[in-house]
């Protein structure tokens, strides 16, 4: 087993796009849902977008329609793809994943830092 890894994090004008990628090991992708959370300087962390281990998913408002979160169990590997990046998207992205059994994050990465000029 292994801790994940955040990745694909910039600086990027408003409106440009980046995609964050999260790896870790294959045993932290099976039977896991996986999330997306964001913490901004001076804010607590918030949730961002989730998809579960059958392919579901679920956005903030914030992101609704921008972002797209997607997993590759093949590749280890989750998605953000953020699209129409807006100032208010400047954070830390944090990647986690939860086994099927359990009640909260099983694994967090160590985030990425995405900044968004005007």
């Known amino acids: 087993q292994g801790q994940l890894v955040e990745s694909g994090g910039g600086l990027v004008q408003a409106g440009g796009s980046l995609r964050l990628s999260c790896t870790g090991s294959?045993?932290?992708?099976?039977?896991?849902?996986m999330e997306w959370y964001r913490q901004a300087p001076g804010k607590q962390r918030e949730f961002v977008a989730q998809?579960?281990?059958?392919?579901?998913?679920k956005y903030s408002d914030s992101v609704k329609g921008r972002f797209t979160i997607s997993r590759d169990h093949a590749k280890n590997t989750l998605y953000l793809q953020m699209n129409s990046l807006k100032p208010e998207d400047t954070a830390v992205y944090y990647c986690?994943?939860?086994?099927?059994?359990?009640?909260?994050?099983?694994?967090w990465g160590q985030g990425t830092q995405v900044t968004v000029s005007s």
């Open positions: 986690s994943a939860r086994f099927l059994l359990s009640t909260v994050p099983d694994y």
């Open positions: 998809i579960t281990n059958g392919g579901s998913t």
């Open positions: 294959r045993s932290i992708f099976m039977n896991t849902d």
